[in-house]
């Protein structure tokens, strides 16, 4: 099947960078849209040694205001400014978040040379782009309000050339006005409707982004059958205990959340510095329960 989502991460780090990972931060590529979410310290520079360039990076989700999650956008916004790859930029945030960005524009010097937005987060509908939805939902964190994210493709329907060919629709404008939704008359005088030339409904891709937060269940409703789940994994579920007293997840938890949910795989991401000599124990225990699991790394780039 086609890629939809280009994601690549740019900081998998929970905290504080190491010398191979840097703090959160992903960039999200949809057709002509891209996104980040979260930008911690150093992620303008990570998204030059990704080879990904600021063009069209319009939009930036920040899942709160831990340093760790925002630190770079003061960074960021001023390399905007001054090279000017966008003519907008919309931020959202939870208040205190967006209060940290802004103090940080003062920072800035110039007035912005594009258009800068900030939007408060709430649950529900974040933005809109051509055949895509971001909703964000609320996690369970050690701040008022934190926020994971899903981003849900519309249904689709495919053009079937086949059937047009048969109905003696020639290649070219026709094709494009039945993919439209008009009904036209064939070149024989039969009239043809966008029905006859478009397969079945099919679902959009899904794509789940799970920010810090505490392990609880109904995460697994919000993933439900997602084609790609990103999830924080800061501990291995020997430090349950200490994962629940910091308001994160352990690989386990991931993993359960990914298999209840029934999600097609899993990355696991925000990962404890504690852990840089036995990373690959948080994959082993996430594979014992949900096998199709990944340790998301620094500039590591996915289609979904
Ligand atoms: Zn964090
Ligand atoms: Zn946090």
């Excluded at 003061?74 to 966008?86: F, I, S």
């Excluded at 103090?103 to 987060?121: C, E, H, S």
């Excluded at 993919?179 to 099919?202: C, T």
């Excluded at 938890?253 to 404890?272: E, F, I, K, P, T």
């Amino acid at each position: 099947m086609s890629e939809t989502f280009r994601i690549t991460f740019l900081g998998t780090s929970a905290a504080v960078p190491t010398t191979r990972r840097n703090v959160s931060a992903t960039l999200v590529a949809y057709q002509d849209l891209k996104w980040l979410i979260d930008c911690g310290e150093g992620t303008q520079r990570q998204i030059m040694r990704a080879n990904i360039g600021f063009k069209n990076l319009s939009r930036v989700v920040l899942s709160h205001e831990h340093l760790d999650h925002m630190l770079g956008m003061g960074g960021l916004l001023a390399t905007l400014n001054m090279l000017q790859p966008v003519e907008h930029v919309v931020v959202h945030g939870n208040p205190t978040v967006l209060e940290r960005v802004r103090q940080m524009t003062g920072y800035i010097g110039r007035t912005a040379q594009y258009d800068l937005q900030f939007q408060v987060l709430q649950e529900g509908l974040v933005f809109t782009h051509r055949q895509l939805d971001c909703y964000a939902f609320p996690t369970r964190h050690r701040v008022k309000q934190s926020y994971g994210f899903v981003f849900q493709e519309k249904p689709r329907r495919r053009f079937l050339p086949d059937a047009a060919t048969r109905l003696g629709i020639p290649n070219g404008p026709e094709r494009r006005r039945l993919l439209a939704g008009e009904s036209l008359q064939s070149p024989s005088g039969q009239l043809v409707h966008p029905d006859d030339v478009l397969g079945p409904e099919e679902p959009g891709k899904k794509l789940v982004y799970i920010s810090d937060t505490m392990y609880f269940p109904e995460l697994s409703s919000v993933a439900q059958g997602a084609d790609c789940l990103i999830s924080e994994a800061t501990f291995l579920h020997a430090d349950a205990a200490l994962a629940a007293e910091a308001g994160h997840m352990t690989a386990t938890q991931a993993a359960m959340v990914a298999r209840d949910a029934g999600v097609a795989m899993l990355y696991l991401n925000h990962v404890s510095q504690r852990y840089a000599q036995s990373e690959h124990l948080l994959l082993e225990e996430a594979r014992h329960i949900f096998a199709n699991t990944h340790l998301a790394n620094d500039l590591d780039t996915i289609g979904v």
